[in-house]
């Protein structure tokens, strides 16, 4: 505990684009290789790139949600290296002009609220991806991917735990998501993340030798590869050894960091304005009507919730994690659903049975306003909370109302005192043994009873009435 992590990330988010960033070849994922490339780009000479208006839309749109500057001056530039998947042999990006800068995102973090700083936000095209396949001394390369328009998202070193870097990406998926500026798969690469890490001992000012983790592709595997880095880093100093400056793979079938090169400096790059593109000036109109456009976006929603719903704030937060299960939550309640119930049967029956499908809120079979009709079934006593549970899987699995499915299968809640009587009679008489254990003091045998009851009921009796008949039977 002598020692405290300095984590910065740098998330690249492929942007929800139909065509390139330079160019009008169509960004679909998981066409066959190579299929989704024209002159421009591959990299052939003579080509002339034009900016996708869309893209810059979207950068804007993401500095805006972020708390960003957005400057009103930009330009491309050219990172020059060599790669088999960088056709022209440089990429272009921004350098010293972003589009973005000083902004920030707060998360909650073991319940402590943080302000993470973002650096900067700059937009550039991706590069194409390696195919590593076979038993030859070979690998294919698909430029399919060559083109897309990304977005660098680059924070702060304010990162000070694993854990933290984790919730900064589902906050920062979250918005990108909300935007519907970046789908935020993860799997499919067109959310993926870069770690800056480094140690020092606590309190020291001075940043120590930072190593950079590359293209990490999960929230679980961003978790892992930096707790790995941290105790690497560590060992290291604690053994008398030196960090030195280098980037980093994470393995996850071995559960570690390999060494890959030494870490590159801006210079190393020999960045450069592009000189084939004109510098981007931001008109105020324009930049405000893209402001106008800004959905709701997490924070103020799950705010709003709270206030207006009278909800848990954990409940808030699970519910505006994603926008469209915000909207099912908002759709459920005003179709007539009691927001606290209706929040309550989201995160428990309904998102397990979508957990067990693998499917999303987008895929549910249950319509928003069949919940709220089932749960006004429910509070008028029509069905007990038993039958509720069976209703429920019912819609799913038929999408019918639950209406129809009580009417169909006679579940209507029995309500009536002479008929519960009758059945708390019959089970107190079948089990004499029981109901003299219970009036010698074993009180936990109320739920046996109760349970009995229900049997021969069908889970069709009223719990409450149950429970005052079988109390005033074994006074």
Request: glycine share 8%; with cysteine; aromatic share 8%.
């Amino acid at each position: 505990m002598k020692y405290e992590a300095v984590i910065g990330l740098e998330v690249h988010a492929q942007m929800l684009t139909d065509t390139k960033i330079f160019c009008g070849c169509s960004t679909k994922f998981g066409s066959e290789p190579n299929t989704q490339t024209c002159p421009v780009c591959i990299g052939m000479p003579g080509v002339l790139p034009v900016l996708n208006k869309k893209a810059l839309e979207f950068a804007i749109k993401t500095g805006l949600a972020t708390n960003c500057n957005i400057s009103t001056f930009s330009r491309f530039a050219r990172k020059n290296y060599f790669y088999p998947d960088l056709p022209k042999g440089y990429q272009i990006s921004q350098y010293e002009l972003p589009i973005c800068e000083h902004g920030f995102i707060e998360i909650t973090s073991e319940g402590n609220a943080k302000k993470i700083g973002i650096t900067r936000i700059h937009m550039e095209e991706d590069a194409g991806k390696n195919i590593h396949e076979g038993n030859g001394n070979y690998s294919y390369v698909d430029l399919n991917r060559a083109g897309v328009p990304l977005m660098e998202i680059v924070s702060e070193p304010d990162i000070r735990t694993p854990l933290e870097a984790v919730e900064y990406m589902k906050k920062l998926r979250t918005i990108l998501r909300y935007l519907g500026v970046c789908d935020g798969n993860m799997e499919q690469g067109s959310l993926r993340c870069d770690a800056n890490v480094s140690v020092r001992h606590k309190g020291e000012k001075e940043l120590g030798t930072k190593v950079e983790i590359k293209n990490i592709n999960s929230f679980k595997f961003v978790e892992k590869a930096l707790e790995y880095e941290i105790k690497r880093q560590i060992k290291v100093i604690e053994d008398g050894g030196r960090i030195i400056q280098e980037t980093r793979l994470w393995d996850s079938d071995k559960g570690i960091t390999e060494s890959m090169r030494g870490k590159e400096e801006a210079h190393d790059y020999r960045y450069f304005p592009e000189p084939d593109l004109v510098p981007i000036i931001i008109a105020e109109e324009w930049l405000n009507k893209i402001k106008k456009t800004l959905p709701e976006l997490p924070d103020i929603k799950r705010n709003r919730f709270i206030k207006t719903y009278g909800i848990t704030e954990s409940d808030a937060e699970l519910l505006t994690s994603e926008k469209s299960l915000a909207e099912w939550f908002e759709d459920a309640v005003t179709s007539g659903g009691n927001p606290k119930l209706v929040a309550n049967w989201i995160k428990g029956d309904l998102l397990r049975i979508l957990n067990e499908e693998n499917k999303t809120i987008e895929q549910c079979p249950i319509k928003p306003s069949q919940l709220a009709g089932m749960l006004k079934l429910l509070e008028d006593g029509t069905i007990s909370g038993k039958i509720a549970k069976t209703v429920f899987e019912d819609i799913y699995k038929t999408g019918k109302d639950a209406a129809v499915i009580v009417k169909e299968k006679g579940l209507v809640q029995i309500t009536n005192t002479d008929e519960i009587e009758k059945a708390v009679d019959e089970v107190l008489l079948k089990n004499p043994d029981e109901v003299e254990r219970y009036k010698s003091g074993d009180k936990k045998l109320l739920g046996f009873f109760v349970g009995q009851i229900m049997k021969i009921t069908r889970g069709k009796a009223n719990p409450q009435l149950v429970n005052e008949i079988l109390n005033k039977k074994l006074s």
